[in-house]
């Protein structure tokens, strides 16, 4: 009988977080997608699964995260794995660099 892993994603609302959320939840785990804004969104998107945790949370905020991390454990009770997927970038033209 295959364990149901509890997974924490920064990042979920878009690319790769998205993805990996829907994969975690089609293979029977459960995910706590984080976003920066409109948890709502992302909840629909998932259409809502029983086994998502949507919690709003800026990775450049040390309170934030700890407050996530906290409700993450008081509702699943732990995590098993972490995908720190959220970043920043700047896209610029390289020639405009030189």
Excluded: C
């Amino acid at each position: 009988m295959k364990r149901q892993k509890i997974w924490f994603i920064t990042g979920a609302s878009r690319g790769f977080g998205l993805e990996i959320a829907k994969a975690a939840l089609a293979a029977g785990d459960q995910v706590v997608a984080t976003v920066r804004s409109q948890p709502a969104q992302i909840a629909a998107t998932l259409h809502n699964h029983p086994d998502l945790y949507v919690v709003q949370m800026d990775v450049t905020q040390e309170d934030q995260v700890q407050e996530a991390v906290k409700q993450s454990i008081a509702r699943f009770g732990q995590v098993n794995v972490l995908v720190n997927n959220a970043g920043f970038g700047m896209i610029t033209p390289l020639l405009s660099l030189w």
